[in-house]
């Protein structure tokens, strides 16, 4: 079903006036609210005095100081991050695109299903992951009882990973999920009148390579850089790699070569919207990580709101964002001759 | 033949995908629930110990627990009210027509979006500490933000839900209205006019729409309170310093409440836009 509005360019009334007036307070209020802190954050970065309250002089030290001291939490949040947003795709692409293309008249059932968990709150959730995930709690607890085998995974990188990549599902569904709607049905028709089929050996090497890469992430992040080369890390890169090549290799031509080039825009929108939080994501490994878990906001939250030390803490935050604010760019360059908003 | 096999095929992998995919979805909400109804036999709810309808019975008997989560109901429903105010009329005009610097506006937009939290929190705590130390700053806001509190938690959770009012309000204008509101023209019918009876009833599911989804985001959001919100008792931020002395199950209680509550509001907006649309 292809209305019009999704198929051509959205009609707009031509002689309406901009709204300038109207527009006026809210913008005021975003430039106070949004634009003056990012800005102030960059200035208080380079301030010479690094335990004033607000910037004085001009100094590189708060850099120089905190980014090396700090480096493995900046690491952190990049590895750990990245995980969690490519299994966050890899539990929401295959459920947006079912919902979209098998969910029939259950399409809005099924979709709510997804945020109905988010409706209770964010910290309560990440009480449940402690509980769910605690040595002597309903998972792990009868288990041991049964077997005598101690399972340990609250306090590790796992759950970190785990708690975030639950975070992060709907903010990649529901882009992907509007994108997979409005590809044009009769394409999909015309493909299976061509007789397309599965992606065959091609799929299967490509989801070789691609499981081998991601397999290789979550190991770095599950058993740490230098843990990576035991037999168990390693069958775990081998899993990866053979699963990911079996979904390659029977993956149906229909999404690999029309509805996932149309919906391009819907995986940048998808990776912005959780790429970017999982960066700056604190509470999470807070809760369920170790000591060695600890991403960057976790220092920067300490920074600012324990230590006081405000200009170091805007020296890492401003790293933060730039790195933010360069990979929005990129992606973004992906979806140029798009409205930003559109892709929402 | 070949073809419709596959894609059968194709559809049961994805339909066992979506329901191992709700296991893992639900599982947090359940063990809430389970959770809700235990008696953990000490300081921490983590364990199953044995059944009781004691945190049920009195879900408040927690100190300072229904403070923290009416102050929490306060600032949500306030920044939803503020965020759906101001953020209507940029909505509208960025879905009405392409102008000179709508591109920036949508830009702005977007920011809180693709800003990691802590930075966004971070910045805003700086700079109502600014407003307090900077003289000119001090005498324009009047000492309004810090000491920390009210305003500025609200502040911050308004900005946040404004692009989400934006957001649905400018999808809701694209694509519509448009022959409407030149037939009324036509007709002689004022600007005014033609907001009132035209564009209104077209906006107003987005303007709810995204005043819930505020409402949601400030109830639930952690980060963005912890940093503004001072000494003031919110609900998440309260959470995360009882938890490190004690977890009772009447936190279960109150997550399960929140659910509860939050589904039936989903439910009657349904209902409310459904009952539009068929109109």
Sequence with gaps: MISAQDAGQPARSPGARAGWPEMLPTLVWLAALLIVPLVYILRMSFSADPFALTATGWSLANYADSIPFYWDNLLNSVLIGLSSTILAFAIAMPVAYGISFYGGRWKAVLLFAFFAPFLTSYLIRIVAWQTLLGANGPLFGPLQQATGIEVRVLGTPFAVVAGLTYQLVPFVLLPLYTAFNRVDRTLCAAAEDLYSGRCGRSGAILGAAGGLAIGLLLAVVFF??????????????????????????????????????????????????????????????????????????????????????????????????????????????LIRGTELLDVV | MSSSTTIIREGWAVRLVIALALVFMFAPVVTMIVFSFNDPGGRFNYELGTFSLEAWRSPFAVPQLGVALGNSLIVAAVSAVLAALLGTPVGFALGRRKFVGGGAVSGLTFIPLATPEVVLGAGMLILFVATATIPFLKTITGGLFYPLGFPSVIAAHTTLGLSFVIINVRSRVIGAGVTLEQAARDLGASGFTVFRTIWLPIILPGILSGALLTFAISLDDFVLTNFTAGGTTMFPTWLYGLMRRELPPQIAVVGTLIFLVSLGLVAISAKISGRQSVN
């Design chain 1, 224 to 333: 740490g850089g230098r843990g990576i080369a035991a037999p168990g890390p390693l069958l775990f890169v081998l899993a990866s790699a053979l699963l990911c090549s079996a979904i390659g290799g029977t993956m149906t031509e229909r999404f690999a070569l029309i509805v996932f080039p149309l919906s391009r825009n819907g995986f940048v929108a998808a990776a912005v919207l959780s790429f970017i939080p999982a960066l700056g994501d604190y509470v999470n490994a807070a809760l369920l990580g170790n000591v060695r878990t600890q991403m960057l906001g976790n220092v920067i939250q300490a920074k600012f709101l324990v230590e006081l030390d405000y200009a170091g803490a805007a020296a890492l935050s401003a790293t933060l964002l730039v790195a933010a604010m360069l990979l929005l760019t990129l992606l973004l360059r």
